[in-house]
Structures are given as C-alpha cells and as structure tokens.
C-alpha cells in the first residue's frame, strides 16, 4: 500500500520517458495523479502499516503534507494536459517571437511524475538519510521542468536553482551526520531513523544536536526559501513554466518544510525546544520582512508570486517557532496556501500565455479580456494577502492569536507590519492587472470579438483550488481539524 | 593503522589547498578525483583488519563513483565545452591560498568546540573534514566557471563524506547508496546543464547569468 504511492509514479515516470505517442502520455499522467490521490485518500481513511522498521511511515504530519501534495498534483495535472496539448501545437521550428524549442514533452512528463514520487518519498520517509536522499531527488527531478523552454534565462535560472539548492542539501546531509555523533556521544547503536532518535532524544549530546539543528535549518532552508537563503526561488519560479511554478510553490516548499519540522520536533523532545523556536521565529520574521521589501513596485507578476511564497514561508516557520495555537495555524496555512498560491500561478500562467510578458506594465486589464482569468486574479489577491472570507484570513488570524497569547508583542508587530506591507505593495501591483486598461491592440481585438475564450483546463483547476480555499475560510470540517492539531503535535509545534 | 590513517588526512587537506590554488581545470580535476580516493581509503584504514563486506563493498562503490566516473563525466562536459581555465576568479589564487590557511584555523577552532567522544579516533579527522567542506564553499562563491563550481561541490560533498566515514556512521546500504546516486546524478545533470550553457552563452563563465535579477 505504501509502497504503491512511491512505485505508481515513479513506474508513470519510467513509462512517459517510454511512450512514443502523446495523447497516451498526457492521458498516463492524469491516471496516475488520479490514482495517487485515490491511494492518499485510502491511506488517510485507514493509515497504512509502516514499512522497512518503520523509515516508511504515515504519521498525522505525513498525512497532511501527502494530502497536500497529491491533491495540488492532480488539479494541476488537468491543466498539464491543456498547456502541452498548447504547447505541441506550436511550431517546432525557432522563428522570430518564439526564439526557442521546447524540451521534448516525453521528458517533460517523465520529469514531473518522478518529482512527484520524489515529493511523496520526502514526506513519508521517517529515516533522515532516506528524506535526505528524496529531497536531493526533487531538486533533480525539477531542475529539467524548469529548463522546459530552452531559452538562455530559464537556463539561468536552472544552473543557480540546481546549484544553490544541491549546495544547500549537502549541509543538510552533515546535519545528518551531525545528528548521528550526538547518537554517538549517548552511546546508543542507532541508525538515523526519526522514530528511534526521538526515543531516546533525552540521551543524545545536546551540543551536536544543536549544530545538527542549525546544519538540518539552513540546509533545507534553502530548498524551502527561506530569507537570506531563498536567492533560486524568484528566479527560478518566474522562468519556469507556470505549471512547474504551481508545483515548486504549492507542494515542493512545503515538503522541505517538513523536513526542518522533523528536526524541530526531535529538539523539542530533546527539551532543546527554546532554541529551535527562537531561530524558526528569527528565520520566519526576516523572510516576511524581506519578502515585503521586495514585493513592493516588483515589475514582473510571476515574481511578485515567487516573492509572496517566501513571505508565506516566513508565516509558518514563525507560526511554528510560536508553538501553541500559532503551530496549528501554521499547519491550516500550510493549506491554504498551496491552494492559492498554485491557484495564483495557473492564473499567470493563463495570463503569460495571452500577454505574452510577464511585465506587470504590460499585462494589464484580464478582467477585459480573459474574464475567468480576471476573476481569479482578484480572488487570489484577497486569498493570498489573507482577507476574509478566505481560509488564509482563518490561518493568519490563528498564528497572530498564538503570538499575543504568548505575549511576543514586538513579534506581533513586526508580523503585522510585514503582513500589511505585503497587502498595499500586492494590491499596487495585481490590481491594475486585473481592472487596468489593456494595450490598444488588444482593446480591438476584444472589442471586435468580445473577450477571449478561456479553454476549460485553463479555467477550471485554478477555480477548484480558488474554491477549496473560500470553503475551508467557512467551514473547517472536524476531521480536518483533527488532522491538524494531531500533525502540530507529531512535529512538536503544538 | 593511525598513522596511514593521518597520513591520508593530511593529503586530504592538501589536495583542498591544490584546488585552492591551481587554475588549470584538469589539475583541479584531478585533485578533486585522488581526494574521492583517499576518501575511500579512510574506512578501511580506520576499521582495519576487521573489515565487513558491507563497508568494503561501500567503499569501493565509492571510490569508483567519486575518483573515476565523476572526474569523467566532468573531462567529458570539459571537452564538449569551449572551456578556457579559470583565468579571473572572482578571488584571486594566492588569496585563495591565503584565505585557505586562515580557513583551516577555523576548522580547527570549530573542531576544538565540538566534544568528540570515541576512543580511538584521529584528532585530525573532524578538522580536515570541517575544512574540506569550507574549501569546497570557498570555490563555490569565488570561481567564475560553471566546471570549477561543480568541482566546489565535489569538494563539499567529499568532506561531508570524511565526516561520515570518521565516525562510521552506521548508515543502511540503501541509504548509502542512494545518495551516492543522487551526487552521481546531479554532477550528470550539472554536465548536461553546462553543455547547454555554453551552447547558449558561448562560455560557461557563471557572471555572464546576471539577467535575473531585482
């Protein structure tokens, strides 16, 4: 059972690198999304035995972040199908305004179901060397998604996403080794597996953990884009395909989340909890801060998104590094904000695809034009930046509540003030996208046809993300919040 | 065995300094490939006579993978490439060398604060691995090509690795191989990468990739 939601996308990969045809393939890849999310749903209805003592494993946290992920994978999967079916139709040969080739669907397809078991062993693995060997393995699996248009900037963003993050991991790999000696120290035989270090998490050398800890933060900091470590993440968000961009955003980040979340917990066990807290909240506020620097009069939309994912980043190492209410909060967030900011990016994509730039002078108006489009930007907006009724103004709320019950006050306002920040510089920037007055070509092109038609795929995954969010803002259901609370304990920030 | 075992140490740490300061990216290459030797050496060395299939099996594979496959694929991407050796790094070699000295009172510095516990271990291990992987981030950030940066990464990965042989951390086989596939892997995808790059930059020289910017 387990070993299904590892073996049935990686075995898709292997068949998409295979298959000549690529109607089967798109096919092939919504299949074995559908089928991965069938397995999750199985696996949170009756959790599966663990496998290999224990290093494959569902606890509530896996739960949650599988749910995630699977759910994320397979709205966008819909929309894979469309944008290569595009794609395809383009000419093949490099002419004037398509100075490019794309890379070959096959590959492309491979690439995306072998990141997706790649994510799902991140989040199953309950064994820090088999983690780190998955995270490894989604930098890997993603560095060609992102060359997926072979133009000299995406290879740009390639080099210095495969670079700073392989880079990033190898610290995270000593953090393993250091967690290893502290083992050592206490003179227990232990292998790395998380369960057995928690167990005897009282016994291990407190200083060895304290640096695996910090080595564990940074480096898989990186891959999570934290501030000052998240230099790939704009740049390679905003080459990559739309598609990909939804993926890296909504599940990839979330899945190095977990990882600093495993080492948080067994410092918390280890009665070190102080110090893993402090740097989370002090990694959490520099993100938010230097994300809202950023995001204020930024020029490109796909930017702006990659910005507010850091900002997002920021909330839940903060959220967590709280404790408390703040820990569950930041678990809902975790959520929320993979539903919008996929949501988000499926919107831009629609919108690159149209506008042809991703030049925020540039694309303006979608309401005019793109109608659906439209909408969806200015539902993501409220979402992302946390209005109500959105389930992140829920989310957000929760985290602030736990850092005034816990009378962190120069916190709150530094929070606050990012949180604000961010509201005015997004709003400065999306809302002329949305109600701008579009280029005079395009005014007469809408105004002799009426507005574009939005294909289906293009539309409908974002509007079920969009929906997912609205719903959760009205109503969390009581098994969800269950799941939650009991995911914030397993990582040890409840 | 102590005495090999230091002896190798200290080639470790020279090998670091060779890749500090030579320019000529087949040296470096090949400084990088006899520091994936030695490093397969330090576990039998450590562990003699009394070595299990398993760790000889392990050290093999990595000896293999890290001193002959890897600087392969790396001479290959060299060859495809319009490559030039590293004529203006960002830091120069004679400070390359310098700061590598001064590096080396780091690691000792970090070393001397970590108490390490088991009887027997050489006083130079945590040291020389602590400065490997300093050095290796000193290439990183300092060295303009894309090749001499992917042999920076080599060099942090090898002195993660003498940390891990150092305590023989009792990693399962799958593990252990598993991420040796993932550092064969990403120097494979790092090759292609370059090939590409030089393709479409006419160099592989990393400053020219500034286009990404706020």
Redesign the interface.
């Known amino acids: 059972m387990l070993w299904l939601l590892i073996a049935v996308p990686a075995i898709a990969a292997l068949l998409a690198f295979a298959l000549p045809w690529n109607w089967p393939r798109r096919a092939l890849l919504v299949a074995s999304a559908g089928l991965h999310a069938g397995l999750s749903a199985a696996a949170l209805a009756s959790p599966p035995q663990p496998l290999l003592n224990g290093w494959i494993a569902l606890d509530a946290a896996s739960l949650l972040f599988l749910a995630i992920t699977s759910t994320v994978f397979l709205v966008t999967s819909f929309y894979a199908v469309g944008y290569l079916a595009r794609e395809g139709r383009r000419d093949p040969e490099p002419s004037e305004d398509i100075p490019f080739v794309n890379f070959p669907e096959a590959v492309f397809t491979g690439c995306l179901l072998l990141f997706l078991a790649a994510m799902t062993l991140v989040v199953v693995s309950h064994h820090w060397g088999l983690m780190w060997v998955a995270v490894e393995g989604t930098t890997l699996a993603s560095a060609p998604l992102i060359y997926f248009h072979r133009y000299p900037k995406s290879l740009e963003a390639t080099w210095k996403y495969l670079v700073i993050c392989s880079v990033g991991i190898a610290l995270a790999l000593l953090g393993n080794f250091f967690l290893a000696v502290a083992a050592k120290g206490a003179h227990l035989p232990l292998h790395l597996a998380i369960a057995d270090l928690e167990r005897h998490a009282g016994a291990l050398d407190p200083l060895w953990l304290q640096a695996a800890f910090l080595l564990l933060l940074v480096g898989y900091g990186t891959k999570m884009g934290l501030a000052p470590l998240h230099t790939w993440l704009p740049d390679a968000h905003s080459e990559a395909p739309s598609i990909v961009s939804a993926l890296l955003s909504g599940v990839l980040l979330n899945c190095a989340f977990l990882a600093i979340l495993r080492g948080h917990s067994l410092l918390v066990k280890a009665g070190l909890g102080k110090f893993s807290q402090d740097l989370l909240v002090l990694f959490g506020l520099v993100s938010m801060v230097v994300a809202a620097v950023f995001i204020i009069r930024q020029a490109d939309y796909k930017r702006l998104l990659a910005y507010s994912s850091i900002e997002h980043m920021g909330i839940l190492a903060l959220g967590v590094g709280i404790g408390g209410v703040a820990g569950f909060g930041s678990m809902l967030h975790a959520v929320n904000h993979s539903f919008t900011k996929a949501m988000l990016f499926l919107a831009a994509g629609n919108t690159l695809a149209f506008f042809h730039t991703k030049s925020t002078a540039e694309a303006r108006g979608t309401l005019r034009v793109l109608p659906v489009t439209g909408v969806l930007w200015i539902a993501g907006l409220l979402a992302i930046t946390g209005s109500p009724p959105f389930g992140t103004f829920l989310s957000e709320f929760t985290v602030l509540k736990g850092i005034v019950d816990g009378g962190h006050v120069l916190t709150g306002v530094c929070y606050l003030a990012a949180l604000g920040a961010v509201f005015v510089g997004m709003s400065a920037v999306v809302l002329p996208i949305v109600y701008g007055t579009p280029a005079a070509e395009q005014s007469a092109v809408t105004a002799s046809q009426g507005p574009a038609t939005e294909a289906w795929w293009s539309v409908a995954p974002p509007l079920v993300l969009g929906t997912g969010v609205l719903l959760l803002g009205l109503y969390l259901p009581a098994g969800l919040s269950d799941l939650l609370k009991q995911a914030a304990i397993a990582v040890g920030a409840q | 065995m102590s005495n090999w075992l230091d002896a190798v140490l200290v080639l470790l740490m020279l090998t670091s300094l060779w890749l500090l300061g030579s320019s000529r990216l087949q040296a470096c290459i090949r400084a990088v490939a006899l520091q994936g030797a030695l490093l397969g050496l330090i576990p039998l060395l450590s562990k003699w006579p009394d070595i299990s299939l398993r760790l000889g099996a392990v050290a093999v594979v990595s000896m293999v993978i890290k001193a002959v496959v890897l600087p392969a694929l790396l001479r290959r991407a060299v060859r495809e490439v319009n490559v030039r050796n590293e004529v203006e790094p960002l830091v120069g070699f004679t400070t390359s060398l310098l700061l590598g000295i001064a590096l080396w009172g780091i690691a000792t510095h970090i070393a001397g604060r ?5 009887p027997g271990l050489s006083p130079l291990l945590v040291p020389v691995a602590i400065f490997t ?1 300093l050095c290796g ?1 000193l290439l ?1 950030v300092s060295r303009n090509t ?1 090749v001499m ?1 992917v042999i920076g ?1 080599l060099g ?2 090898n002195g ?1 690795y003498v ?2 042989w150092a ?1 023989a ?4 086989l ?3 191989m ?2 040796l ?2 550092v064969f ?2 120097v494979f ?2 090759g292609i ?1 370059i090939h ?2 030089s393709r ?2 006419d160099s592989i020289e ?1 400053d020219e ?1 500034a ?2 910017k ?1």
């Open positions: 970590l108490p390490v516990d088991v992987v981030f990183i894309a940066q990464y942090l990965e993660i940390f891990g305590f951390i009792e990693e399962p799958l593990v252990e598993g991420v596939l993932d892997v990403a995808v790092m990468t590409h790059l479409e930059f990393t990739l286009s990404l706020d």
